[in-house]
């Protein structure tokens, strides 16, 4: 079982980032797909989940109206867009996949929001 993130990386704020996952070695449409952050010295967040009717959740209240979760089960990929872009997104950027107790977690991506 694989989760590949990508397309981290320094961007100013009110900037945009995508962020990518490739999922392998299960079956990635039963799954529940989750992007979760951890900000330095915090606990991990879950920012927002597609799960498997492909019904895209936001949970943290400080991302509705800025990011979008979508996946592509053609592809067997969930991303990330992230809009207007603050200080406080800043964080390690985790996917997560979930079926019942079945969990899988990304090594994750660096978000950097700084001028």
């Known amino acids: 079982v694989q989760l590949v993130e990508s397309g981290g990386g320094l961007v100013q704020p009110g900037g945009s980032l995508r962020l990518s996952c490739a999922a392998s070695g299960f079956i990635f449409e039963t799954f529940h797909m989750s992007w979760y952050r951890q900000a330095p010295g915090k606990a991990r967040e879950l920012v927002a989940t597609?799960?498997?009717?492909?019904?895209?959740?936001l949970f943290a209240d400080s991302v509705k109206g800025r990011f979008t979760i979508s996946r592509d089960n053609a592809k067997n990929t969930v991303a990330l867009q992230m809009n207007s872009l603050k200080s406080e997104d800043t964080a390690v950027y985790y996917c997560?996949?979930?079926?019942?107790?079945?969990?899988?977690w990304g090594k994750g991506t660096l978000v950097t929001v700084s001028s």
């Open positions: 597609s799960n498997r009717l492909h019904e895209n959740i």
């Open positions: 997560n996949a979930r079926f019942g107790v079945t969990e899988y």
